[in-house]
């Protein structure tokens, strides 16, 4: 099963998860994701003034496994047991990395239920403070043995930092949302988590720099060091070398063929030497690399241009070669569209008022439809058992934006103090998402609204199923 979400990830970038559970039977994952961008006429994104290269270096890619997490409870058993047994199974780095990772996905999903509760109790919120508070002491006693070595002790208080981080972004959430003795009970043991980090793990700000600034960087530091066991490698490559390299040798080989043919006939109708052979060997040479690059287009976009992805992607886990992955742009047409513009464009049709209903008069003005196609096919028996795949897809669409001007504009509406209010200017970028998985398919429309200068909402129109569906918690941002 495939779950999805979408973001916004700061002010001129989207972001969109998606979470695929790979069962034990699962030996070869393959799914596919189109995304349409359909664009109005006054964002002026088209074929004659945007390339598909620049929409290539707004996009950022990642790929990492995640790992089913036990409760709290199961996960202290856990600890325990690897203190008592000392087993050296799997690789001390690789435990304790894995141990931070399930402690954060078990320690939120933990608070999320308790924050859905509408009355909490103190009971409830006590005990889940001890719990946490016996994870993080069984951790730190861990940490502390004679046993350790000298670098496992440096590598064990790295992960110590961010297991107390954690804790306290998962406590200021709490905080947020809870009320009375359980908000009281969750401000005592905050400041408690705060009072060890800040004795333990003191933040130096370099001259320049706020103190905040410096936790930010140090906290972004201590992520890459904890997720490096689990994030895959990505490396880019053009499309199908081979085959392109094969079609531009076949296009020269043909206008080649050409030339040699026209060369021959006027040879023989009037010899070796010869104004008229030479007037013709100029001409020949002359259409013969207009048929090369005739030719070679053919082949490139009809012919052969769905075995030619525009970039492919190999992906490695350490060493090992585990997947690879296909990706297409590129502008189409409303008719390649999977779906009816009605279903689309029903939120803007809805400004309009039932007298001015006619297929002419919308709103909304499609100019132009990007489509951006991803195809990715992982070897899943190389993946830790019960691991999930975490695909991140992050788009900035700063370049959409260049041809927008002011942000707002004065209304002619009547105010006492003698000032017209301004009303701010909005755009509508509509995304059509089609999930492919085996058999399965799913598709949603997802409205992202801007203005000159930053991405302002994103709404999720509408979403449609065919059979099963391949979504689960649409909408929702998935806890990674």
Known sequence: MLIDAIKQHGKKQIEVKQKIRITDKTKKLKYRVDTFFIFPGALQITENNFKKEEFKHNLKCYLSLSEQSPSLDGLLKELVARRISSGKEEKFDDFFKRFCLKYKTALQESSRSLMEKQELSAEETETFLQTVYKLLDEFRNIKFSQENSEREVRQLDKLDEYLTVVTAFCLKDLNEVCIGEPRNKILSFWQEVEKYRASRFPVESIEGESKESAFLMRWSFLKKFVQSSLFLDIRYKQGAPLLTHSIYGSAAA???????????????????????????????????????????????????????????????????????????????????????????????????????????????????????????????????????????????????????????????????????????????????????????????????????????????????????????????FIYT
């Open 254 to 476: 043909l206008s080649m063929l050409f030339a040699t043919v026209v060369a021959f006939f006027y040879q023989d109708r009037y010899g070796s030497l010869s104004r008229n052979l030479f007037f013709a060997l100029v001409i020949a040479y002359i259409f013969k690399d207009r048929f090369k690059e005739i030719v070679r287009d053919w082949l490139s976009n009809v012919i052969f241009r769905r075995w030619i992805p525009d970039r492919r992607l190999f992906i490695f886990m350490g060493k090992k070669k585990v997947g690879c992955a296909k990706e297409n742009f590129g502008f189409v047409s409303l008719k390649e569209l999977p779906i009816g513009s009605k279903d689309i464009f029903q939120g803007d049709n809805c400004l309009l008022s039932e007298n001015f209903q006619h297929p002419k008069l919308t709103p909304y003005a499609c100019d132009s439809i990007f489509r951006y196609s991803r195809e990715i096919t992982l070897s899943a028996s190389e993946f830790p058992e019960g691991a999930c795949l975490i695909d991140i897809i992050r788009f900035n669409v700063s370049e959409f934006l260049h041809n927008l001007g002011a942000t707002s504009e004065e209304l002619p509406f009547f105010c006492e103090n003698g000032k017209s209010p301004k009303g701010e200017k909005l755009y509508n970028i509509y995304l059509f998402r089609s999930f492919c998985i085996g058999e399965k398919s799913d598709s949603e429309v997802i409205k992202v609204t801007v203005n000159a200068k930053a991405v302002r909402r994103i709404t999720i129109v509408k979403s449609f199923e065919n059979g099963m569906s391949v979504l689960e918690n649409r909408g929702k």
